[in-house]
């Protein structure tokens, strides 16, 4: 084990190459590999990011994050459909080739935080309102919500077009993620409203069981 440690510590996985892979998409963290047209390879590397830039790698990082993933998508298995088919390496994730949202479903379960996307600073700075939605008077920092809120975003790239286009360019992620109200979704067309209320009832059964375990 010693052995295996000392050789992390002096090798780590900045980066893995799929030769044969038909597009590549490089992220701060995770390189996306489409394999074919059922099959991408997700590459969790070693390395951190901070404000958009990467900094440098952590031995053990990548595959430490991906062990995680794979143990909550196991725990998954029959409540929430997921693109997991398997691991075949520590720092790999096989999964199905699939279209993304170009949102991201964000669930809330306590009044907290300290940046200015928290809830806490929308409840101080923003008329208590974040995302379309007004939270309660007389709330305390910390305090839980009487039932869990969501508060969705936009993409860094804010449409599958901009996505499907950084993969045939071998692009970096650009953007940032930017609050959105479920309205303003809808209206925009960014994801019909019976997919949209679906990911949202997913992403409640999903913080749902995170709490129980």
């Known amino acids: 084990m010693q052995d295996k440690i000392q050789s992390a510590l002096s090798s780590t ?8 892979a038909n597009f590549h998409h490089k992220g701060k963290v995770r390189d996306s590999f489409v394999l074919d047209n059922q099959r991408r390879a997700i590459v969790v590397t070693d390395r951190i990011s901070a404000f958009d830039f990467v900094l ?10 991906n062990q995680i993933t ?3 998508f196991k725990k998954l298995d029959g409540m929430v459909p997921h693109h997991l088919i398997e691991v075949p390496d520590p720092n790999i994730s096989l999964v199905k080739n699939v279209q993304p949202l170009p949102v991201e479903i964000i669930v809330r379960g306590y009044l907290t935080g300290s940046t200015k996307t928290s809830s806490w600073y929308a409840y ?5 309102n974040i995302c379309g939605l007004e939270m309660p008077e007389g709330m305390k920092k910390n305090q839980s919500f009487a039932t869990p809120i969501i508060t969705p975003t936009t993409k860094g ?3 599958i077009s901009n996505y499907q ?3 045939r360019g071998n692009g970096q ?5 930017e609050s959105i109200t479920k309205q303003e979704i809808i209206e925009r067309g960014l994801v019909e409203k019976s997919v949209y209320e679906q990911a949202e009832n997913y992403a409640l059964k999903m913080f749902s069981l995170g709490q129980k375990i």
């Open 124 to 128: 101080q700075n923003l008329d208590r």
């Open 165 to 167: 286009s950084s993969i």
């Open 157 to 159: 790239q804010s449409s």
């Open 56 to 65: 440098g790698t952590v031995p053990f990082k990548g595959q430490v994050l």
């Open 70 to 72: 794979a143990w909550w």
């Open 13 to 20: 996985v900045s980066e893995i190459n799929f030769s044969k």
């Open 173 to 177: 992620e650009v953007g940032h993620d």
